[in-house]
């Protein structure tokens, strides 16, 4: 096999806190340095939270593993400071095509509006993604990767979580007041406490091939069913970065997993399907099998929180493994920073739970719907799945029942404790709860995008319309909370041409539609770009209680704050209000 | 079992001629393709009907009594 690139190797460190004679503490420590706990490295030091991040390993992921990173995704590395060299490097695609047997069924495009910053996806190895997450981690300040260290033992204390670490020069103990665990489907941590992670187990195993080859397939995903190539099972196809090829071969449940990677198996495999003189080199060869299963709560002691695959885990049909985990740790550090900083009560944490075991159960039910239409259990349900392949070639309606996997997008966290409920009449997608949708805009006369001014902290955004400036009530509200030390960062999205240096400019009229915006709407986002709230108008007082709530606090009107008390972080920019 | 949804009086407006194509629709064919057959006409038909309600309660009347009397004849519960 050819390696394409050599892994990076992070050299073993010895610490200070390995000589002290107490036990170092820190605020946070996360387990595993993987693009789970990488993210949740890099959240937490943005949010001026110190933290320390332990990997048992030396270097990133030994294979691809994880390809398909999602737009929300990607959303979400730009906040971190590093999605552009993610889009830069990967491999972007919008469109799906299925087929069954020799005939293309139909096909799917992932982003079917235009106005958005980030695709539906790109493909790109999980060892680029986690070099590109060390870097980013290694240019701030406040985290810190100690590579070879192992945690050999955890003890959950009442005012601190006790560890033991292993390391080359022999073991230490730290404390933490929080510890996140994000060491894979096996967590040896999970394993440690005594939790269990429990569901189903599909009796199916796949192939992966990644192989280095130049090949002119379009950078689109390619799913057969029961092709002329790999009779009565499934294949698919996905380009990745610098001409690595991802082909996953459903293998059956009676296949050896150990004969099956022999490269005399596999090549004569990519051989029926890339044809004879194909000239290709394997780079990973992988046998997995999956389950669909989670834990009973992510946050099963009150100082400890388990995110990613350690928590949940799916089948990799539809791209919802990664991707779900780097929204847990989205969704989850903030809040801890929150109370941490003693903005915010420690309630706040309990909607971790609240809001991520829903969307665990989002993403366990699509993949186990895919993978029952991918793998059908018996000959009555592979008839119907054949059936349904078969109207579909010419029938519209069935080809929205072919299920090759349906790709991750972002939870609507509808049912959260955080959201205030509408009080005011809106349409549109942006729901207390959703991720917050992105539009091009213009700042300063140059092309920028709205989910670059959004999240990190609280934001208020505060639609202007096509009239410059704002009602008079509207404006002694914003005052009152700003002269009341609310910590909200302002943003002001106007229709019109030149309104100075600060407003963002909805030239297309996207934002304002994509929000169901006119002048006066108002949203409290939170610092993960979900939407808290949302009104017609702006009140005071709904604004304090609506803030309240999403910090897990008692929704009732607080008194206000003195100026400058619990501002969020150093990072705030500042923003000035147009004068009206 | 009662029905809320679905309609338990006769529709087919020409039950013996219907019954007959049924029959009819299966001629020639293998247990593996009349297997076929039926989970195409099923899906057809359902997209016809279109409302979960219906289908979810044709189902449960479909398992009604298949296996045998005492058995629960409801469908798992959905998530």
């Keep these: ?580 | 079992m009662e029905t809320q949804h679905l309609d338990i009086e006769l529709r087919l407006d020409r039950p013996d001629d219907f019954y007959e194509a049924l029959v009819d629709m299966h001629r020639g064919l293998d247990e593996a393709q009349s297997r076929l057959v039926n989970a195409k006409l099923i899906l057809l038909l359902s997209n016809q009907v279109g409302d979960l309600a219906v289908l979810r309660e044709a189902m449960a009347v479909a398992r009604e009594d298949v296996l045998g009397p005492d058995s629960e004849t409801e469908l798992p519960p959905q998530p």
């Design chain 1, 1 to 580: 096999m050819v390696q394409a690139r050599e892994n990076p190797v992070y050299p073993y460190r010895r610490s200070p806190d390995q000589d002290g004679e107490q036990p170092a503490h820190h605020p946070v420590i996360v387990v595993g340095a993987g693009p789970i706990g990488l993210s949740a490295a890099i959240d937490l030091a943005l949010h001026d939270v110190d933290n320390v991040l332990l990997d048992e390993d030396d270097t990133v992921s030994i294979g691809s593993r994880a390809i398909c990173f999602a737009k929300r995704t990607l959303e979400i590395f730009d906040r971190l400071g590093c999605g552009q060299r993610m889009v830069d490097k990967g491999v972007t695609w919008n469109l799906g095509r299925v087929f069954f047997r020799e005939n293309e069924v139909y096909r799917f495009d992932l982003l079917p509006e235009a106005g958005h910053q980030r695709p539906a996806f790109i493909n790109l190895q999980q060892y680029f993604v986690e070099e590109y997450l060390v870097d980013r981690a290694r240019a701030l300040e406040g985290t810190e990767v100690r590579w070879k260290n192992r945690v050999t033992a955890v003890e959950p204390g009442e005012s601190a979580v006790h560890l033991t670490v292993e390391t080359p020069d022999g073991p230490y103990a730290m404390t933490c007041d929080y510890l996140i665990v994000a060491d894979g489907a096996r967590s040896p941590v999970r394993h440690m406490l005594g939790f269990k992670s429990e569901g189903q187990v599909f009796q199916d195993r796949f192939l992966i091939a990644d192989v280095v080859m130049k090949a002119d397939f379009p950078p689109e995903r390619w799913f057969w069913f029961d092709p002329p190539f790999h009779e009565g099972q499934s294949t698919l196809l996905h380009r990745q970065s610098e001409n690595v090829w991802r082909i996953d071969f459903q293998l059956g449940w009676d296949a050896d997993p150990e004969e099956e990677k022999r490269p005399e198996r596999v090549i004569p495999r990519i051989r029926a399907m890339l044809g004879e003189d194909a000239e290709f080199e394997l780079e990973w060869v992988s046998v997995y099998t999956f389950q669909c299963r989670r834990m009973e709560s992510f946050r099963p002691l009150p100082r400890v929180f388990f995110a990613g695959d350690a928590a949940h885990q799916v089948s990799p049909f539809g791209a919802r493994g990664a991707n779900s985990g780097i929204q847990d740790t989205d969704n989850l550090v903030w809040k801890l920073a929150a109370v941490l900083g003693g903005r915010a009560p420690e309630s706040l944490l309990a909607s971790y739970d609240a809001e991520r075991i829903p969307a665990a159960d989002e993403n366990i039910l699509n993949s186990t719907r895919s993978t029952d239409f991918i793998s059908p259990k018996g000959e009555v349900s592979r008839s119907f799945r054949d059936a349904t392949l078969m109207l579909a070639e010419r029938y519209p309606f069935a080809r929205r029942l072919v299920n090759s996997g349906r790709l991750s997008v972002p939870s609507v966290l509808s049912g959260s404790p955080l959201n205030t409920p509408d009080r005011d009449p809106f349409g549109g997608r942006m729901v207390p709860g959703a991720p917050c949708a992105d539009a091009p805009v213009r700042l300063a006369g140059g092309p920028d995008w709205l989910l670059n001014h959004l999240g990190g902290e609280f934001t208020g955004v505060y639609f202007l319309g096509a009239e410059p400036g704002m009602p008079k009530a509207d404006g002694e509200a914003l005052d009152a909370l700003e002269r009341g030390g609310i910590p909200i960062r302002w943003v002001f999205v106007g229709q019109g041409g030149d309104e100075g240096g600060q407003v963002l400019v909805d030239a297309e009229g996207l934002a304002h539609e994509r929000y169901d915006a006119r002048a006066g709407t108002f949203y409290l986002i939170r610092p993960d770009q979900h939407v808290a709230a949302r009104w017609r108008g702006v009140e005071r007082d709904a604004v304090v209680e609506a803030l309240t709530r999403a910090t897990g606090g008692v929704a009732v009107a607080s008194t206000p704050r003195r100026a400058g008390d619990g501002n969020a972080t150093s990072r705030h920019r500042a923003a000035s209000r147009p004068a009206g």
